[in-house]
Structure formats: structure tokens, C-alpha cells
Nanobody
Framework: QWQLVESGGASVQAGASLNLSCAAS????????MGWFRQAPEKEREPVAA????????HYSGSVRGRFTIARDDAKNTLYLQMNSLKSEDTAVYFC???????????????????WGQGTQVTVGH
């Protein structure tokens, strides 16, 4: 059974950087398109970034494009999210998710993802 474990969340000041990691255990990591989502208090979970099985394709929400970078290391079964120029509105619990697929494209919507981590808290102060 898949297990996804996020790490790297912290409390930082605006303008700082963080690098989130998501370690995946069991299974063939390269069979899965991966994504990062976030959920702020009293808000719906929203997609942040997605990467295809091969890493060839990536996609970002408009609010993070140019500041966040998603990457994967299949040799380490690990997904990353490099977050730069953090803003207070980035404060949320960040989740990684996995979608087993034959497609070479990205997966964007939450309902396509079957595996989820428990989340890691990111808090950005003013």
C-alpha cells in the first residue's frame, strides 16, 4: 500500500524560502503523476503544482507560478516543492498526492488522485 509522507513545513517570514519533500514508499513511483495541494483555514483544498510521470510536464496555479517549482527524483521516490518569495497568503497545510496513470500529462484535479499524504504546515508571517 502506498504511503506518502510530507516534510519541510515551517513557520517563516514573508520573503523566505522553503523546500517541501514528499517521500513515497512501496510501488513504482514512475507510474504516478504527482501533485501538491494546499488547504488554508476555512478554505477549500486547492491545487498548487503538478508534475507528469516522466517529469517532462509541470503546471502551476496562477498564484504561485514563478515562485514555486515542483520536481521529482524517481531514484529517491521523492517529490519536491521549492517555494520562494513566500507570502502570508501561502499559509496552509500542504499535501502531496499521487495518481497512477498511463498518461504522460499532468493531473490537476483532486478527484483524480487516489493517494494522499497527511500534510505539512507552512505558516508565513508578515
Amino acid at each position: 500500500q502506498w504511503q506518502l509522507v510530507e516534510s519541510g513545513g515551517a513557520s517563516v517570514q514573508a520573503g523566505a524560502s522553503l523546500n517541501l519533500s514528499c517521500a513515497a514508499s512501496i510501488g513504482t513511483f514512475s507510474d504516478y503523476a504527482m501533485g501538491w495541494f494546499r488547504q488554508a483555514p476555512e478554505k477549500e483544498r486547492e491545487p498548487v503544482a503538478a508534475i507528469s510521470r516522466t517529469g517532462e510536464f509541470t503546471h502551476y496555479s496562477g498564484s504561485v507560478r514563478g515562485r514555486f517549482t515542483i520536481a521529482r527524483d524517481d531514484a529517491k521516490n521523492t517529490l519536491y516543492l521549492q517555494m520562494n518569495s513566500l507570502k502570508s497568503e501561502d499559509t496552509a497545510v500542504y499535501f502531496c498526492a499521487a495518481h497512477r496513470t498511463l498518461s504522460l500529462g499532468i493531473t490537476w484535479t483532486a478527484d483524480k488522485y487516489s493517494e494522499w499524504g497527511q500534510g505539512t504546515q507552512v505558516t508565513v508571517g508578515h
